[in-house]
């Protein structure tokens, strides 16, 4: 096999001893003695290990050192796009303070995993910084245990008048790594690997965005296991135009999620922006329509066949702070008490085997309020999956 130097290794350090290099994708760093950096830049075209080592000229233990260089990662094979091995990034604080999780299956009833990416939707500007925004706020409501049994004391539905989530246990596994400047395809192949193993042993996931295509790679991941409809609670985007067929936006992501074997039907709730309402197995029910007579009965007759349900929730979808209902025209947006009315429906009708929050962008008006209201309508949706 040929190898060639990684198109992510940098040099951070060199003089007539030692270099110190790393890859730029995952903060990989070591120091090696200046003749095995000039023995490795042999390969900055690909080349055979034979053809390079076979004159001579380096002693013979550099066979042993480029193979330590390449199971590294600082050497690759010739058609090999470089890409992270690192899959997490420790979080500052914890969903909730809940215990934190290691890569590895789960034994949490819910784990939290953070994707700070917001690139596929420019109305979502800044959701990058909500996963770390989210968990700072959510310590002002603590998740804890029962000083004697040990089990989690879940919190108080003040619209319900009733405890939830009590017993129900929570994991907090960090962000998915994101190496700058790399594709979105490479991002979401993390985002599945964590997935995989983190909630092997049967977790619910529980995605905090960024924007709404990080909800495709926990979908093609839940899919391959078991037939799932989609649900997305959505906010109007604004496209990106014409992109390469593979990027994934909340424009494409329908018809991207109905095209896994696996999805069977994808309901759209709220604002409709640019959803194709004729692509076959999405339902499209704005909020106005929701609303009228018989709305819910009809997201009940369209759920009756989906047992098993992916709930996506755009935090855009709720009526901003300060708009009020009572305009001329039926809003497009959700009051909150709609919100949560509606994801205790989809509780009582469907399992929800997994769920993300997205759209929460800590620097537009308001934050401190959007962040607890977004909380509480994770709590409701996560009580609503837990209550079934």
């Known amino acids: 096999m040929r190898l060639v130097v990684s198109p992510a290794m940098r040099v951070e350090q060199l003089d007539e001893k030692f270099a110190t290099i790393y890859l730029q994708l995952d903060g990989t760093r070591i120091r090696i003695p200046i003749a095995l950096h000039k023995l490795l830049l042999e390969f900055e075209t690909p080349r055979g290990v034979s053809a390079v080592l076979g004159d001579g000229r380096y002693g013979a233990k550099a066979g042993a050192a480029l193979e330590s260089l390449r199971a590294k990662g600082f050497l ?55 996963p770390a925004a989210l968990r700072e706020a959510s310590l002002q409501i603590l998740y804890g245990l029962d000083r004697h049994g040990g089990k989690p004391l879940g919190w108080y539905d003040a619209d319900r008048r009733r405890p939830i989530l009590r017993g129900a246990t929570i994991s907090d596994c960090g962000d998915v790594f994101i190496a700058r400047g790399e ?5 979401f192949g993390r ?35 078991q037939p799932i409809a989609v649900v997305r609670i959505a906010a109007d985007a604004r496209e990106r135009g ?18 896994l074997p696996g999805v069977t039907r994808y309901v759209h709730l709220g604002a409709i922006g640019s959803v194709d309402r004729a692509l076959a197995g999405l339902t499209v029910l704005s909020a106005p329509e929701l609303r009228d007579a018989g709305g819910e009965d009809a997201l009940a007759r369209c759920l009756a066949d989906c047992p098993r349900v992916y709930l996506s929730m755009d935090i855009r979808s709720l009526a901003p702070p300060g708009e009020s209902a009572d305009g001329a025209a039926p809003s497009t947006h959700f009051e909150y008490a709609e919100l949560h009315r509606l994801l205790c429906l989809l509780g009582a009708h469907c399992q929800i085997v997994g769920m993300d929050l997205v759209g929460c962008t800590p620097m537009a008006r308001c934050w401190g309020v959007t962040a607890m209201t977004a909380l509480h309508v994770l709590l409701t949706a996560m009580s609503a999956a837990k209550d079934r």
């Open 242 to 259: 014409a992109v390469h067929p593979s990027f994934i936006s909340p424009g494409t992501l329908p018809a991207r999620a109905l095209g």
């Open 76 to 130: 690759v094979g010739e058609n090999t796009h470089a890409s992270s091995r690192r899959l997490l990034t420790d979080a500052p604080v914890r969903m909730f303070d809940a215990p934190a999780q290691k890569l590895e299956p789960s034994s949490s009833d819910f784990v939290v995993l953070g994707v700070a990416y917001d690139l596929s939707d420019r109305s979502a500007a800044g959701a990058r910084e909500a």
């Open 183 to 187: 594709e979105q395809a490479a991002l």
């Open 191 to 225: 985002v599945e690997a964590v997935l995989e193993t983190v909630t092997g042993a049967g977790s619910l996931p529980v995605l905090i965005g960024g924007d709404a295509s990080v909800a495709f790679p926990a979908i093609r991941r839940l899919q391959a296991r």
